[in-house]
């Protein structure tokens, strides 16, 4: 079972920025589209980028040309580049593989990682 951990988010004045990362523990999740989705309170969990194993990247309109997704294969990782963030950006934001385009995932949930935009 892949085990994934999100880290890197944190409190942030709005217009700031943070990195967040994700960690996977199996390197065969480098062979598959990696995504960054978040759930603010009582709102379902939305998918906000993607990139592909070959670094084809996708956004929602909602954050395109403020966040910017990548990933380090030799370590495992996916990257995800918040700037100028605005309060409606909080959430929980979380990693995952998702399998076509709809809402199945490839692996369990991981804790996911606190963003909070508040002046």
């Known amino acids: 079972q892949v085990q994934l951990v999100e880290s ?31 759930q603010a309170p009582g709102k379902q969990r939305e998918l906000v980028a993607t990139i592909t194993s070959g670094g084809s990247t996708n956004y929602a309109d909602s954050v395109k040309g403020r ?39 490839r692996a369990s949930w991981g804790q996911g990682t606190q963003v909070t935009v508040s002046s």
């Open 8 to 38: 890197g988010g944190g409190l942030v004045q709005p217009g700031g920025s943070l990195r967040l990362s994700c960690a996977a523990s199996r390197s065969i999740f480098n062979t598959y589209t990696m995504g960054w989705y978040r």
């Open 67 to 105: 966040f910017t997704i990548s990933r380090d294969n030799a370590k495992n990782t996916v990257y995800l580049q918040v700037n100028s963030l605005k309060p409606e950006d909080k959430a929980v934001y979380y990693c995952n593989a998702p399998i076509g385009g709809g809402t199945l995932v």
